[in-house]
Each structure stands twice: as C-alpha cells, then as structure tokens.
Nanobody, 118 residues
Framework: QVQVVESGGGLVQPGGSLRLSCAASGSFFRLNYMAWYRQAPGKQRELVARISSDGATTYADSVMDRFTISRDNTRSTVYLQMNSLKSEDTAVYYC????????????WGQGTQVTVSS
C-alpha cells in the first residue's frame, strides 16, 4: 500500500496562517504528483493546489496568492502554507498522492480539519 498522512490542521482566526504537511510513503515506483483538496459541509470536494513531479504548481482561483504548495528534497513530502485565512476556507483538507504501485492511482490521507473562526 501507499500511505498518505496529513498533519497541521487546527483552529485559527481570520487573517491568520496555518501550515499543513503531507507525507507519502510506501513501495511505489513513481510519484506523479501530490495535491491538496478540501471539502466543506454541503459542498463538493475541490482541488486547492497541486504540485507535479517537475515542480509545476496549480492553484484554485479562490486561494491564489494566499496559499503556497511546496515540497521537500524527497519529493514525497508536501506542504500547504495558508496565509490570510478566511472563514470560507473552513473545510476538511485532504492530501492525495498520485503514485505508481501496481498501477497509477490516487492515494488519500484521512483528512485534517481546518477551522477559521473568531
């Protein structure tokens, strides 16, 4: 199996910052990309940010210029730096790794709650 583990969620005031971490591990042959999704109550799960194997990044319009996705030198740990947080950012944040184990597939973490509230 491929394991994906997130950490760093919590409660923060509007305008504050949080940094989420995600580590992918296991016996995979290739890591294609890693990404952060989020899901708020009553809403569909949406892509927040993605970083590909070549380092290219993609962001949702709603988080552009506020969130930054990055990775460490292992290329299997990614971070989501979230600044200028709004109440609308409240959601469960999920990390996914698209990796080749026996085939290319998405592997998901269990999610971490981010709550933005005064």
């Amino acid at each position: 199996q491929v394991q994906v583990v997130e950490s760093g969620g919590g409660l923060v005031q509007p305008g504050g910052s949080l940094r989420l971490s995600c580590a992918a591990s296991g016996s995979f042959f290739r890591l294609n990309y890693m990404a952060w999704y989020r899901q708020a109550p009553g809403k569909q799960r949406e892509l927040v940010a993605r970083i590909s194997s070549d380092g290219a990044t993609t962001y949702a319009d709603s988080v552009m210029d506020r969130f930054t996705i990055s990775r460490d030198n292992t290329r299997s740990t990614v971070y989501l730096q979230m600044n200028s947080l709004k109440s609308e950012d409240t959601a469960v944040y999920y990390c996914t790794a698209n990796a080749r184990f026996t085939r290319d597939a998405n592997y998901w973490g269990q999610g971490t709650q981010v709550t933005v509230s005064s």
